[in-house]
């Protein structure tokens, strides 16, 4: 029983202590809370980093939407992500890559809501999200979803204005100065997020890019244009930003993750017909013990993806009281779409929400740990036959571990 399995999770040996640094062919994925921002920070079973999501943006403007900043509100988002990466990062200030799923300021950070402002090459920089992380990180390689005419599959628009006009200027200064790549993101490709240093040592990890501007690679070789018809008909000046966010597959041994930026989107083809862009996604995945839900759980994953990924571990990453909604949450929940018991994880549900919603049934499956604010730590071991799942408390940056469940994969 789900009471049970948390009890025994409290009695774990690691409940009470700091959490354990990474240890050579573990794979982790650190979910962080900011109470502002999605950010993950990953570290392959070599030593390999990458931080994907760094954003910031005026939360607390969102009154009783907003959830708790957390440790607190002294210091922005991409400061607060910076000194977390700094605690559990193998290579110290050093990350070898980073990527913008993408470019949304809650992932991205933005020119008008900033830590700081400095005048760098004649020009005004903005200490916001990526770019404030960036001042105490040191990132090897980016990858961008349009990355270098930014015109893939359409030229930015008002959707994306704040986040793009940020990133772009970050992109430039950090090639300049920091001597950072940016590499446009390949769909369909295996690797190109690649281990650095030991890579033949783990042969059976790999990271496989499963969609990013509107384009899903199906495993068969072909690749999908969801958008392909609608601009050559239609020449829109506009698209859903959502719709285009990055994809990836993360594979070790008999272990698979998911993690696909914010869909929950559709397209409205020439012909009338309307495409849900997450069933299509769909047919690109593979059953993955542990998914990171997409777009915050705001009205999101549909039913034909909730069935092909049938995972165990549901993770979200929340800045908002509108995450998570009630019809995410039942789809998640729904044992008739594959009745094998499951955890959803998000990095806090308020009180609010949990007043709101506290005769809701999925409710069962979500961890008390994660009531107050967490940051979710996805553990990997060696070879990928076992895996873990611990909550951190984001209250203050002692890295104490509420609890942890333990899985076979």
């Known amino acids: ?57 005026d939360a607390l403007s969102r009154g009783e939407l907003a959830v708790p900043l957390l440790p607190n509100s002294s210091r922005h988002a991409g400061e607060w992500i910076a000194r977390y990466v700094q605690r559990v990062n193998p290579n110290g200030t050093d990350v070898d890559y980073m990527m913008l799923s993408h470019y949304h300021s809650d992932h991205a950070g933005r020119h008008d809501f900033y830590a700081s402002k400095d005048i760098r090459d004649g020009e005004p920089y903005y200490l916001s999200g990526f770019a404030q992380a960036a001042e105490t990180l040191k990132f090897g390689k980016a990858f961008d979803r349009a990355y270098p005419e930014y015109n893939d599959p359409i030229p930015p628009n008002n959707d994306v204005g704040n986040a793009f006009i940020q990133m772009k200027r970050f992109y430039e200064y950090q090639e300049k100065h920091r001597g950072m790549k940016v590499e446009k993101f390949r769909v369909g490709e295996v690797n190109q997020v690649a281990m650095l240093r030991k890579p033949t040592r783990y042969g059976n990890f790999s990271i496989r890019n499963i969609c990013g501007n509107g384009r899903i690679a199906l495993p068969d070789g072909t690749i999908r244009d969801l958008y392909k018809e609608k601009i050559e008909k239609e020449h829109p000046t506009w698209l859903n930003e959502n719709g285009m966010s990055l994809g990836m597959i993360v594979s070790y041994g008999d272990f698979n993750f998911y993690t696909a930026g914010d869909f929950s989107d559709s397209v409205l083809l020439p012909n009338g017909t309307r495409v849900f862009i997450e069933d299509e996604i ?12 997409n777009h915050h759980g705001h009205h999101s994953m549909s039913r034909k993806l909730v069935a092909a990924l049938h995972s165990k571990i549901y993770i979200s990453c929340v800045w908002d009281n509108l995450h998570n909604l009630d019809d995410t949450m039942t789809l998640l929940s729904d044992r008739s779409i594959y009745p094998d018991e499951r955890y959803i994880c998000p990095t806090i549900i308020s009180e609010s929400r949990r007043k709101q919603d506290g005769d809701k049934e999925w409710l069962k499956d979500i961890p008390k740990e994660t009531y107050t604010g967490c940051h979710v730590v996805l553990t990997v071991e060696p070879g990928g036959e076992k895996y873990s799942i611990s909550f951190v408390t984001a209250e203050d940056e002692s890295m104490r571990v509420k609890s942890v469940l333990r899985f076979k994969s």
Request: proline share 6%; net charge negative; hydrophobic share 40%.
């Open 1 to 57: 029983p789900f009471e049970e399995v948390f009890a025994k999770g409290m009695q774990d040996k690691a409940a009470g202590k700091v959490l354990k640094h990474w240890k050579k062919g573990q794979f982790q994925v650190h979910f962080i809370y900011t109470g502002v921002a999605e950010s993950m920070f990953l570290i392959m079973p070599d030593g390999t980093t990458m931080l994907i999501d760094c954003g910031d943006h």
């Open 282 to 293: 769909a047919d690109a995945v593979p059953p993955c013990q542990v998914t990171k839900i």
